[in-house]
């Protein structure tokens, strides 16, 4: 699995949860240091992708992976919060 998330703190967080699923994870602090879609692993199982980073936008990071061909799953996660108003 990719973890990707610009803040260490969710990045730790991620890696303990997927540690005590028994999963094996590799993490990026932005999606602009993902490899590109012909290098992914065929063994990738799936990419949980923060949405909100200050670098890159992880909805165009989804768009272009799936629009370059990659088909793993793709959790799209962020640690932000808003009040219900501002949504």
């Known amino acids: 699995y990719y973890v990707v998330d610009d803040e260490k703190v ?8 997927m540690k005590t699923c028994n999963l094996p994870c590799q993490t990026f ?10 290098a992914l692993p ?5 990419i ?3 949405i909100v980073m200050k670098r890159s936008d ?3 990071v989804c768009r272009g992976l799936r629009s370059g061909g990659c088909r793993v799953p ?8 808003s009040r219900c108003g501002d949504v």
């Open 10 to 17: 969710n990045l730790r967080v991620a890696t303990k949860f």
């Open 29 to 38: 602090e932005d999606g602009s240091d993902l490899p590109g879609v012909d």
């Open 42 to 46: 065929t063994n990738l199982h799936g």
């Open 48 to 50: 949980l992708l923060d």
């Open 58 to 60: 992880g909805v165009q």
């Open 74 to 81: 793709i959790i799209a996660m962020t640690g932000n919060v």
